[in-house]
């Protein structure tokens, strides 16, 4: 789920291996390399004289997350150290740990805080929350970035797309509740955190292509368009 490897690389045979050989099997260039490292992405490897440094098969798994986060997640060099520094603190999977892999994604409101149409669509959205018996901070980022949204379609006059809301809400809970649930089942408390991690971010990524791809599979039944097309 969070590989984005342009190489086949099997880091259990990795030991000890020069930059090269690390940028070589990682599928990473040697200045992106350098600049995780200067950027505190990536820990440093076992110097072994002037300017020179081994890595170890955990270097080839960083650079996997650094650039699922990146690359494929978006986040912001900053916003994916935040995360790894998280990561690298939890020895054990908790709330906390999922808020700040949510949060990363989440961007500020774009919308006047003061603007009464925002304020209105931030109470209704915060109270559907708890309609839904959801445990949700009421300060959330993600609160204010859905009265975004609501606040928009409604400045555009398009309500009636606020009707699929509670289609979303359930669609999300089930998604929500399997993911949660695949990644406690490995047991293993490091690579539970990092699916907590990796699957809140790239997950959004994969939600929203197959969005997309239903739109264009449900519209296509709709109108009628020609197989394939």
């Known amino acids: 789920m969070a590989g984005t490897d342009t190489a086949t690389v099997d880091s259990s045979t990795i030991h000890n291996v ?6 070589s099997r990682s599928g990473t260039s040697i200045p992106t390399i ?19 440094a081994d ?9 996997r997350l650094i650039r699922a986060l990146i690359d494929v997640g978006g986040l912001s060099v900053a916003a994916a150290r935040d995360v790894l520094a998280t990561v690298d603190e939890t020895e054990v999977p908790d709330h906390r740990l999922l808020g700040v892999a949510s949060y990363a994604l989440t961007r500020a409101p774009r919308r006047d805080r003061t603007d009464p149409a925002w304020r209105a669509a931030r109470e209704e959205v915060a109270a559907v929350v708890r309609a839904q018996g959801w445990h949700v901070m009421a300060e959330s980022p993600n ?14 006059g398009q309500e009636d797309l606020l009707a699929t809301l509670p289609t979303y809400f359930r669609a999300a809970e089930q998604i929500a509740q ?32 197959i969005r997309r791809l239903a739109h264009e599979h449900v519209s296509a039944l709709t109108l009628g368009a020609p197989p394939g097309k």
């Open 18 to 23: 020069r930059i090269a050989e690390l940028s």
């Open 34 to 52: 350098k600049y995780y490292l200067r950027e505190g992405l990536l820990p440093p490897g076992t110097p072994t004289g002037r300017n020179q």
């Open 55 to 63: 890595y170890g098969e955990e270097h080839v798994r960083r650079l």
């Open 143 to 156: 609160l204010d970035q859905l009265a975004d949204g609501v606040t928009a379609l409604r400045e555009l």
């Open 178 to 209: 399997a993911e949660v649930e695949a990644v406690i089942r490995r047991g293993e408390p490091a690579r539970t955190v990092e699916g907590v991690v990796v699957g809140t971010i790239i997950g959004e990524v994969i939600i929203d292509a």
